[in-house]
């Protein structure tokens, strides 16, 4: 499992913490950080779930990963030698 799997869990469960810890004070601020903390973690959440997919794509279908991979390669480096 991605670090960032598990880090973005615990900033998700540290921002709706947070923001009802501002919502019970009425401190408007808190609650503002305590909604990007969440969003934050989901995000990163998000990138830890799509890197592990990736490994295990890559790790299940070498050959398919390594031709897209060099398909890829081939399409940046026609976009960048046209500039």
């Known amino acids: 499992m991605d670090e960032n799997r598990v880090e973005g869990g615990f900033r998700e469960a540290a921002g709706r913490v947070q923001d009802a810890v501002g ?13 990007i903390n969440q969003a934050t973690g989901q995000a990163q959440r998000a990138y830890g ?8 794509f890559t790790a299940e279908n070498p050959a398919v990963a390594l031709v897209t991979t060099l398909g890829l390669g081939m399409v940046l480096g026609m976009l960048i030698a046209r500039r």
């Open 49 to 56: 779930q799509a890197v592990d997919e990736a490994r295990g």
């Open 23 to 35: 919502g019970l004070t009425g401190d408007a601020a808190t609650q503002v950080r305590g909604k």
